[in-house]
């Protein structure tokens, strides 16, 4: 595939069905988990991230510095039934992967499932690059809209305010506070809902302690490094739902990238 508008000369981007090893290598070494807080690897029903290959390979996008030959980011999408009214939206990235890989009917939208730049690369607008992307491959498998379980990216600062309060804060200039959701409203995304309940996780206690170095010594809620939400605590399991605001991209007419 081609690079999108405004990338840099030395990005090459490829999908996955066309460079299929770099997916698996990313993959094999685990290349971008180290991008996410240790516990949201720890999905409650995450299988959805287990159907992407080879069903979905064409919906995966890799971008390589070509100076180092380095993969530097990769974009995961599902595609997914949708009628596009708000009724039938589903719940969150959980609902909508278990959708797309339990639902036998035709899909006709694209989800962003994740986005993910290396860290040398951060701060050089790779990530907006990978959502117009995904934007153009949605477009050109006729899945339009391409929509957005988007990640606040600094909801982890204010894991008390609810997700709703958040998402309507605005910067002077109108466009939201929160840096990842301006990224996407710079290209064009509009918020459609949010939604407190998107990726669940339950695991036991000794789990959550080793994975954000805590100790959770009684039953209650607690705020934790990286949570975007409060854990609850209760009978020695650690219960919690991560927030996600859904924001949609009309990426039917230009081509993606020109704005």
């Known amino acids: 595939m081609q690079a999108p508008s405004g990338a840099p000369e030395w990005l090459e981007a490829f999908t996955a069905a066309e460079r299929p090893e770099l997916w698996e290598l990313a993959q094999e070494q685990q290349l971008f988990d180290k991008l996410w807080p240790e516990y949201n690897l720890h999905g409650n029903n995450c299988r959805y991230f287990g159907s992407l290959l080879p069903r979905h390979a064409r919906f995966q996008l890799l971008f390589l510095d070509r100076r180092s030959d380095r993969l530097i980011a990769r974009a995961r999408t599902i595609p997914f039934r949708w009628d596009g009214t708000l009724e039938d939206l589903p719940a969150g990235i959980d609902a909508v992967g278990l959708r797309a890989v339990d639902d036998t009917g035709r899909p006709t939208a694209l989800s962003a499932l994740a986005a993910e730049v290396d860290l040398d690369y951060q701060g050089c607008g790779?990530?907006?690059?990978?959502?117009?992307?995904?934007?153009?491959?949605?477009?050109?498998?006729?899945l339009t809209p391409l929509l957005a379980p988007v990640r606040p990216s600094w909801k982890d600062r204010y894991p008390l305010i609810p997700i709703e309060r958040y998402a309507a804060w605005q910067r002077d200039d109108g466009l939201p506070f929160d840096p990842w959701m301006r990224a996407h409203a710079r290209l064009g995304a509009r918020i459609v809902r949010c939604e407190p309940c998107s990726l669940q996780i339950s695991a036991p206690v000794q789990d959550w302690e080793t994975?954000?170095?805590?100790?959770?010594?009684?039953?209650?809620?607690?705020?934790?490094?990286?949570g975007l939400a409060p854990l609850t605590i209760a009978e020695g399991v650690g219960d919690y739902w991560e927030p996600n605001v859904w924001m949609l991209h009309d990426v039917r007419g230009a081509k993606a990238g020109t704005r």
């Open 126 to 142: 790779l990530s907006g690059l990978l959502v117009q992307a995904m934007g153009s491959v949605a477009r050109d498998a006729g």
């Open 211 to 226: 994975w954000t170095e805590m100790a959770f010594p009684d039953s209650g809620q607690y705020v934790f490094p990286g």
